[in-house]
């Protein structure tokens, strides 16, 4: 059974810091990975789904990457602003089916 | 560009009462699922659609019943509820196969007391 985990559950970092999310997942037979930004009392707003036959996906300052074999993935924010304050979660669907797991997110404070 | 679109967005409910949520998207998507969110347990599915005509019970779907109205819509009904229903519920949709990209609804906020 699939099982996503991110570490840390919080991260505070000042303005303009290049930072790392992290997110493992035990079944390595995934076809996708996909994060996700979630601003408070808001829904889920998709940032970047990474196929599993890639190792990086790229929008704006967001990287993120997909090790399968080490059950792994980052999300590299450069350049981090306080806009970017919020709780990120990442999620692998169950096969083919689109249901998806989810870590329970890392909530991001980025000071000014 | 409306996408994921729930209603309510708030609700209040007293133990035993019945509502149903509502969902639907315009992005011609395969697949819709229920979610909810609830402080300290992440988001777990409750139900999903994979295609119109079928629906499919997901990890948590206890004391709920679910409807795919057509392609675009999908409902959420509580038939009875109780307070531990008390939780955020998202609707969301995506296709099929390789690229399983989910788009999400703003979330209904539902107080059962």
């Known amino acids: 059974k699939q099982e996503v985990t991110q570490i840390p559950a919080a991260l505070s970092v000042p303005e303009g810091e290049n930072l790392v999310l992290n997110c493992s997942f035990t079944?390595?037979?995934?076809?996708?990975l996909q994060w996700f930004r979630q601003d408070p009392g808001k829904g889920l707003t998709s940032l970047l789904l990474i196929q599993s036959s890639q190792r990086e996906q790229t929008s704006g300052r967001l990287n993120a990457s997909l090790d399968k074999s080490s059950g792994r993935s980052t999300l590299y924010i450069a350049a981090s602003q306080p806009g970017d304050s919020a709780t990120y979660l990442c999620?692998?669907?169950?096969?083919?089916?689109?249901?998806?797991?989810f870590g329970k997110g890392t909530k991001l404070s980025v000071k000014p | 560009n409306a996408g994921v679109t729930q209603t309510p967005k708030f609700q209040v409910l007293k133990t035993g009462q019945s509502m149903t949520l509502q969902c639907a998207q315009d992005?011609?998507?395969?697949?819709m699922y229920w979610y909810r969110q609830d402080p300290g347990m992440g988001l777990r599915l409750i139900y999903y659609?994979?295609?119109?005509?079928?629906?499919d019970k997901g990890e948590v779907p206890n004391g709920y019943n679910v409807s795919r109205l057509n392609k675009r819509e999908f409902s959420l009904r509580l038939e009875s509820a109780a307070p531990s229903q008390t939780s955020v519920y998202f609707c969301?949709?995506?296709?099929?196969?390789?690229?399983?990209?989910?788009?999400f609804g703003q979330g209904t906020r539902l107080t059962v007391v």
């Open positions: 999620a692998a669907p169950v096969g083919s089916q689109g249901n998806l797991i």
């Open positions: 969301a949709s995506s296709f099929r196969g390789l690229n399983t990209e989910a788009f």
């Open positions: 659609s994979a295609s119109e005509g079928t629906t």
């Open positions: 079944d390595s037979a995934i076809y996708n």
């Open positions: 992005m011609n998507h395969n697949s």
